[in-house]
């Protein structure tokens, strides 16, 4: 604990990235940048099928970036490249494998207020702290339990995907539906969603899963709740509430994720209709506590508002630093 930082990110993406990127830029140094994975953007390695287009305009939400990082439409793999890239142009100290469990406001018999950041076996201080922790950081699960016999065989992401199963989908977004369309090149595919249609997804992915199911690629199960998953013969069997019970090789879900609450409450930082609480700047309740990119969101995913939150805590830093 010998040495004070000015400021610590916590969480590599996109948001934490133009934090770090763009108070370097304004002049700020001494920053350090903390991902409890082993690379920055571990959502999109992990959640984005390969190729898969990452648009500035998220579900056609018009973003004018304020920012130095000008950000445009691609894919997956030149997305991590652009982030790459920026990261190693700019004196941003990252730490990875780093997972921070809460932080704490030191301010009583010291001259100056700051924070320690507790992470696995020690602690980091820093004057400035921004939260920048994805929502897929932490993916929903259903409410039903997942029996352990079949745990190997039920995911959030397509690790584990081998080919030739017989595999379901859960879930009626983008990445539900892309999942789908993926593996049904490979295996035989069924998308579940409670919902009768696919409206939560953009056109391009909407039209791609009419066209699957047109042709017999993908079958859908529409407006089906699953009850609960049970094992059988080390298959995953699926009981849903209006229909025959179906087996399966793999279940995968795709349903978002959520803000982490217990996190942010052991921290101090407020939160309001499951977000944290912050003012204009992104600071939160705690002075010089701020929270950037998809849990500020209702639903998560701009990286262009991820980008622009960075920018706007940047610049208030840098006006308000001693």
Request: contains cysteine.
């Given at each position: 604990?010998s040495?004070?930082?000015n400021?610590?990110?916590?969480?590599?993406?996109p948001?934490?990235?133009?934090?770090?990127?763009e108070?370097y830029?304004?002049?700020?140094?001494?920053?350090?940048l903390?991902?409890?994975?082993?690379n920055?953007?571990s959502?999109?390695?992990k959640?984005?099928?390969?190729?898969?287009?990452v648009?500035k305009?998220?579900?056609g939400?018009?973003?004018?970036?304020?920012?130095r990082i000008y950000?445009v439409d691609g894919?997956k793999e030149?997305?991590?490249?652009?982030?790459?890239e920026?990261?190693a142009n700019?004196?941003?100290?990252l730490?990875?494998?780093?997972e921070?469990?809460?932080?704490?406001k030191?301010?009583e018999s010291?001259?100056?207020?700051?924070f320690e950041?507790?992470?696995?076996g020690?602690?980091?201080?820093a004057k400035?702290v921004?939260v920048?922790i994805?929502?897929?950081?932490?993916p929903?699960k259903?409410?039903y339990?997942i029996p352990?016999?079949?745990k190997?065989r039920?995911?959030?992401t397509?690790d584990?995907?081998?080919?030739?199963?017989?595999?379901?989908v859960v879930g009626?977004?983008?990445s539900?539906i892309?999942?789908?369309v993926d593996l049904?090149?490979k295996?035989?595919?069924?998308i579940c969603?409670r919902?009768?249609s696919f409206?939560?997804?953009?056109?391009?992915?909407q039209?791609?899963?009419?066209?699957?199911i047109?042709h017999?690629?993908?079958?859908?199960?529409?407006?089906i709740?699953i009850?609960?998953?049970?094992s059988?013969?080390?298959r995953?069997?699926?009981i849903?509430?209006?229909?025959?019970?179906q087996t399966?090789?793999?279940v995968i879900y795709?349903?978002?994720?959520?803000?982490?609450?217990?996190?942010?409450?052991s921290?101090?930082?407020?939160?309001?209709?499951?977000?944290p609480?912050?003012?204009?700047?992104?600071?939160?309740?705690?002075k010089?506590?701020?929270v950037a990119g998809d849990?500020?969101q209702?639903?998560g995913g701009s990286?262009a508002l991820g980008l622009n939150?960075?920018?706007?805590?940047a610049c208030y830093?840098?006006k308000n630093?001693?």
């Open positions: 604990m040495h004070m930082y400021l610590a990110i916590i969480g590599a993406g948001a934490g990235i133009a934090t770090a990127v108070s830029l304004q002049g700020i140094r001494d920053i350090v903390l991902e409890k994975d082993q920055h953007n959502t999109i390695r959640y984005y099928k390969e190729n898969k287009r648009d305009d998220w579900k939400q018009k973003v004018e970036l304020d920012g950000f894919t030149t997305t991590l490249d652009f982030f790459d920026i990261l700019h004196s941003v100290e730490k990875t494998h780093t921070v469990q809460k932080i704490e030191r301010e010291v001259k100056e207020p700051f950041v507790f992470v696995a020690s602690s980091i201080m400035n921004v920048t994805g929502r897929m950081g932490k929903n259903p409410d339990k352990t016999e079949i190997n039920v995911g959030f397509l584990g995907c081998v080919g030739g199963e017989k595999v379901l009626g977004g983008d539900a892309e999942y789908a049904s090149a295996n035989e595919v069924c969603y919902r009768e409206r939560r997804a953009n056109p391009t992915n039209r791609d899963i009419a066209n699957a047109m017999k690629e993908v079958e859908p199960i529409l407006g709740d009850v609960s998953l049970e059988e013969d080390g995953v069997k699926v849903f509430n209006d229909i025959e019970p399966f090789d793999r795709a349903i978002g994720g959520t803000t982490p609450s217990v996190f942010l409450a921290s101090g930082i407020k939160e309001e209709d499951g977000k609480v912050h003012d204009d700047n992104y600071e939160t309740n705690i010089n506590l701020f849990i500020t209702e639903s990286i939150h960075g920018y706007a805590i830093i840098q630093q001693n």
